[in-house]
């Protein structure tokens, strides 16, 4: 177990303040000599540049540092610029997302409207320079159609070109077990990681979930309400831990090839689970 790979999710920060606090995070996670970092992308684009400048100091530690790149919003000569200044700059990972639409903004501004769009708009501009990352939802994207249908655009995206996987986060073990029976059924073989969110705050938890269509487990919900009725953080947060241990060593006993973890630019949750791992 000591071998598994494992990576870290930061969103750029708003004030060179804040950048330097990510780094001091930075610095306590590169004990767990992580495979790489990745950086968020706001909706529409709306945090490029902060993007970009997280990336450069980031990639400093000498770890491979991966953009988020969303087209949702974005056109398509935007995308290329932003593609070949990366690959000019000798990044070679980019998380590839369909992404959110700014508010106010329809699809239809959109030149590209998929992320299967995107990973195959990257290929055609950088051949195989980059290693391309995917969304994967074991518990179904929100917005699709039906289970059927998700699992079928994951396999898109994957035939357009990416390497592989990075789950939402999930709670249920089971839910990444069937996902992955599934794609195998659909002659995918590329490696899907389980995103892995450590729980330290629940209300934020909460509405995270109902926004982006992870389920909380009712057992985890209510051991969670109740420990916030009475303005318990400390119970939220050793309950959070001792959840996620438990997820995160199922997902390993069913072979799960690496961790990515969400780390909301903190290091001691992150570190104090994959402690508990022996990782």
């Not at 290693?131 to 159609?145: D, G, N």
């Not at 898109?156 to 794609?183: L, V």
């Not at 992870?214 to 959070?240: M, T």
Request: with cysteine; charged share 25%.
């Amino acid at each position: 177990m000591s071998k598994t790979p494992v990576s870290f999710e930061f969103f750029p920060p708003k004030s060179d303040e804040g950048l330097e606090k990510l780094i001091k995070v930075q610095q306590k996670l590169l004990v767990k000599e992580p495979e790489f970092f990745s950086v968020t992308y706001g909706a529409g684009g709306s945090t490029r540049d902060r993007t970009w400048n997280t990336v450069m100091k980031v990639r400093e530690a000498g770890v491979d540092t991966a953009p988020h790149l969303s087209c949702v919003g974005q056109s398509r000569e935007e995308l290329v610029e932003l593609v070949e200044r990366y690959q000019a700059e000798g990044i070679t990972r980019i998380v590839v997302l369909r992404g959110d639409l700014p508010s106010g903004m329809g699809a239809a501004q959109s030149e590209l409207r998929f992320a299967d769009d995107l990973v195959r708009l990257i290929r055609e501009v950088s051949g195989d320079h980059f290693h391309l990352e995917v969304a994967a939802y074991p518990e179904m994207h929100p917005q699709a159609r039906s289970f059927s249908d998700d699992l079928d655009h994951f396999k898109r995206k994957i035939d357009a070109g990416a390497n592989s996987g990075i789950t939402q986060y999930f709670f249920n073990a089971e839910a990444y077990a069937y996902f992955m029976e599934q794609m195998e059924k659909r002659g995918v073989t590329a490696p899907v990681v389980p995103g892995i969110m450590p729980i330290t705050n629940a209300a934020n938890l909460m509405r995270f979930s109902d926004a982006c269509g992870a389920d909380i487990p009712r057992w985890i919900r209510k051991r969670l309400e109740e420990y916030q009725r009475v303005g318990d953080d400390a119970s939220v947060k050793a309950f959070g831990e001792e959840v996620v241990t438990g997820l995160c060593e199922k997902l390993l006993a069913m072979g799960a090839p690496a961790l990515h973890f969400y780390t909301m630019n903190q290091s001691v949750p992150n570190l104090r689970i994959l402690d508990n791992l022996g990782l």
